[in-house]
């Protein structure tokens, strides 16, 4: 849907596409070519995008891709529908605790690590801030709020082990 929604602002070839949700989007995840040109396959497939004419240049022949109607509204939807509220209660940091206590192995130590993992990381974010243009801040402060909220968490468990050690013993 960003693909399309980047279609949305104007046609656009791939690279120019990758290159922009790159910037805005990718932050530590680039999209790679591949997937840029399999979603503009399928969103043509769908009738969601329109290929142009081959264009010839520098390089290899080159098409731009435009939105279509139905397109648009898959837009304009998708944009109107609130995001499913996170994070999800089944999460890998409570799983991997429950099973450190189930298995009798040190519950405490495993969250001393994340504990150390997330304060590493919220320092990477705060650099990101310091020298980052706006989204790189607000990016790195929605980074910031969940980790502040994990380590909250952290803290409240790690006081409660011995009652959860309780509640999950066989």
Do not use: C
């Not at 995001?83 to 099973?99: D, G, N, S």
């Amino acid at each position: 849907m960003t693909l399309l929604g980047l279609l949305d602002r104007e046609p656009s070839h791939g690279y120019d596409l990758k290159r922009d949700y790159d910037t805005y989007f990718g932050r530590e995840k680039s999209l790679p070519y591949g997937q840029v040109y399999a979603t503009l396959s399928r969103l043509a497939r769908d009738g969601k995008a329109i290929a142009g004419p081959a264009e010839h240049g520098e390089g290899p022949d080159r098409k731009r891709y435009a939105i279509t109607e139905a397109g648009v509204k898959d837009v304009e939807r998708w944009l109107s529908e609130p995001a499913a509220p996170e994070p999800h209660l089944q999460t890998v940091l409570f799983a991997k605790v429950v099973l450190a206590l189930m298995l009798g192995r040190p519950a405490e130590r495993y969250l001393d690590l994340q504990r150390a993992a997330h304060l590493a990381r919220m320092r990477e974010l705060t650099e990101l801030k310091q020298r980052g243009n706006l989204v790189d801040t607000l990016l790195a402060d929605h980074g910031l709020y969940h980790l502040e909220a994990d380590l909250r968490w952290i803290d409240h468990t790690a006081a409660r082990l011995d009652l959860l050690a309780q509640a999950v013993a066989r």
